[in-house]
């Protein structure tokens, strides 16, 4: 069934096709639709959920903790200051080897007060162990739920689902649906691993000495490194029943391209405009658009950009005393692997918008130069 | 001959944790978990946040308790359990018994957000605090629920706390909860019968429960049972319950209520007190006694 939703709202659906059992969440603008629904869902009776009301966001990741171990499907959404809040549940679920699914709407962190987009909130968390999947449309947001409950539960790992601040979030786009048939065949009853029962009393998550605890450090990066080749599988899977392939990168006319535009989000439709323009004008660029951040798709990049001599990454976020994120991420991959150059801008912090004339601003800046001038190259800010 | 007392065992036989776990010697955390899993039995599942069970409980991978637990962070107690208790609800399972299991500082401090929504939502759970008066675990730092006068590491002698301790008991009956009881492990069997009660109550149901902590409290182990006793006939931890926020029941009645010099001499962390401070507890001791009385008379 085809609908017009906000981006929000493709949360809602995904998480009600998916049979979430428990949400746990707090209000936070931008999120707030997200749980609107789902909170009118559980009320009506369309998902037999329970629906805990939290007083907080480290609470409600608590609360999908404690669901999760007792070994029902958990969900919860939230965005910046909430995720901050968050963090110390964060590393707790990833740690617990709880899969969880978190809808993130990225928005930039205070001070000053906004709640305008930015990729800073979520960002932050990329060290505490959950797989991060940046979305672009309406549709990838309800079908990435679906595939992220997938992966989490074959790997006993974490999701968040994230997208932009209303430019998808409050964004109207028409969603196609599935049939709950479909998708309980793709996504059956979930399977804990292990669950907190008197049937099989057992202590989780104790104190655990020098002894034990690297291994399970060890355990949880060898199953993150397992998260691409289950991208795919779980990709196709989904592709054969819904007809969408899901992919942990986007390239769009990258093979022959002398500058490669690389973005993440919403950003990467907009890019394509350029790229279009620019193709016509006959100047080779391509767009490649990272959906997976966590873990990072080292192959993918690789392999995509080998013969790329000009790399121009936008970030919509920075680390403060580095770099944007993506463009430390994406040299990081490229390694000793060839000599391409990579021009790392950034642009739309806190809600600024990122149109087409960025992305020709930065293709003017990158044919100008064999190497990037600066070790930040910012588009629009006011000096 | 003299004629042999019989005692009779009220209390059940079954023990749930086992001995040889990691407590220090006359520890009371220890006795009270020990009767609350009496009373709730083996279908229990706990929600254990930092504090001194746990590592009472055993490191990694063991476990001295035949229930399940789940270690959680520190300020998480309530809403864990209430994220038990929901999954096992959506699982089918309505029967096992949800319990956070904490200490002072994680529910006077740290964890009483997550206390005040779990109770504000009435969640089905037990939430039990065994109460030493400071962090113990970390090495007997003050925390809210350290009494006025006392010695702990960052409350040194020359400026020992100076404000009393935290009514909690007052602030979760203004959340109105269906069950709240205050216990000590020196009366098990009044210990047994609240655990049992909020076992068969439907809601948010509040354990305190007083437990003497002779590492923290520089007491002497085997005086942990009379401490727990002098405790509640002074006036001081009074044993009562409170059902739905307003009907007061002392359980211990105490009659001739004592003064509290021959409680503070068992304890090092009061040994700095002059007799003017010993009076000054002694008063607020008095204060709150005779206030929580006038709630008993239902008034």
């Known amino acids: ?383 | 001959m003299k004629k042999e007392k019989k005692m009779t065992l009220t209390l059940p036989i079954e023990e749930h944790i086992g001995a040889g776990n990691l407590a220090c010697q006359g520890c009371g955390a220890n006795l009270a978990l020990r009767y609350v899993l009496k009373a709730l039995g083996q279908r229990t599942i706990l929600c254990i946040p930092a504090c001194c069970w746990a590592v009472i409980d055993g490191g990694f991978p063991h476990s001295c308790a035949d229930v399940p637990i789940y270690h959680c962070a520190f300020e998480t107690a309530a809403s864990t359990a209430t994220g038990v208790k929901a999954g096992l609800d959506m699982i089918g399972d309505k029967e096992t018994t949800v319990m956070a299991w904490a200490g002072d500082g994680g529910t006077f401090d740290i964890g009483l957000q997550a206390l005040s929504g779990a109770a504000e939502r009435n969640d089905d759970i037990i939430y039990a605090c065994y109460d030493n008066e400071a962090y113990m675990n970390t090495g007997i730092q003050r925390s809210s629920a350290t009494p006025s006068g006392a010695w702990t590491t960052t409350t040194p002698v020359k400026f020992p706390k100076d404000q009393p301790k935290k009514d909690i008991d007052a602030i979760m009956a203004a959340h109105n909860i269906p069950y709240l009881a205050t216990a000590s492990t020196s009366y098990p069997e009044d210990l047994f019968k609240k655990a049992k009660k909020a076992k068969e109550i439907r809601g948010t149901k509040f354990l305190h429960i007083y437990a003497p902590c002779p590492t923290g409290w520089k007491s002497r182990p085997e005086d942990t049972v009379k401490l727990g006793r002098m405790v509640v006939q002074n006036g001081i931890f009074p044993l009562y319950e409170v059902e739905g926020g307003e009907k007061y029941t002392q359980t211990i009645k105490v009659k001739d209520k004592k003064p509290i010099d021959d409680y503070l001499k068992l304890q090092g962390r009061f040994r700095h007190l002059k007799p003017e401070g010993i009076a000054m507890l002694q008063d607020e001791v008095d204060r709150r006694y005779a206030r929580l009385l006038k709630k008993f008379e239902n008034k």
């Open chain 1, 1 to 383: 069934m085809k609908k017009v939703i906000m981006g929000n709202h493709a949360l809602s659906y995904g998480a009600m096709l998916a049979r979430t059992q428990v949400i746990a969440a707090y209000p936070i603008t931008p999120q707030t639709q997200v749980v609107e629904l789902l909170s009118e869902m559980c009320a009506d009776g369309t998902l037999n959920a329970k629906f805990i009301k939290v007083e907080s966001e480290h609470s409600a990741m608590a609360a999908c903790i404690g669901a999760s171990i007792a070994g029902a499907r958990t969900f919860t959404a939230t965005s910046s200051q909430g995720l901050a809040l968050m963090h110390e549940m964060l590393h707790w679920a990833a740690g617990g080897r709880l899969p969880i699914v978190m809808g993130n709407i990225n928005r930039a962190m205070a001070p000053g007060w906004t709640i305008w987009t930015d990729q800073n909130d979520s960002l932050s968390q990329r060290d505490t162990g959950w797989l991060q999947f940046y979305c672009s449309s309406n549709q990838e947001v309800l079908d990435t739920v679906l595939q992220a409950y997938k992966i989490s539960e074959t790997i006993s790992i974490p999701s968040m689902v994230v997208l932009d601040a209303f430019a998808l979030s409050h964004t109207y786009e028409v969603v196609d649906i599935p049939d709950q048939a479909l998708v309980d065949e793709y996504l059956p009853k979930f399977k804990p691993y292990a669950t907190v029962t008197p049937d099989d009393p057992r202590a989780f998550d104790g104190l655990t000495g020098p002894e034990h605890y690297m291994e399970l450090r060890y355990k949880l990066q060898k199953d993150m490194e397992k998260v691409p080749a289950l991208f795919e599988e779980t990709g196709r899977q989904y592709e054969k029943i819904f007809g969408r392939r899901l992919s942990a990168v986007e390239p769009y006319l990258c093979d022959d391209a002398e500058i490669v535009l690389v973005t993440s989000g919403t950003a990467g439709y907009t890019a394509r405009v350029a790229v279009e323009e620019m193709r016509k004008k006959g100047l080779k660029v391509g767009n490649l658009r990272i959906k997976m951040f966590r873990p990072f798709p080292f192959e993918d990049c690789r392999r995509i950009l080998a013969k790329t001599p000009k790399i121009a990454v936008l970030d919509r976020n920075i680390s403060y005393g580095h770099h944007g994120i993506f463009s430390q991420e994406l040299k990081s991959a490229l390694y000793g692997t060839g000599n391409q150059a990579v021009f790392a801008f950034i642009a739309g912090l806190g809600g600024r918008d990122i149109t087409a004339d960025s992305f020709r601003e930065m293709i003017e800046t990158v044919s100008r130069t064999d190497r990037p001038t600066e070790d930040i190259l910012w588009i629009g800010v006011k000096r």
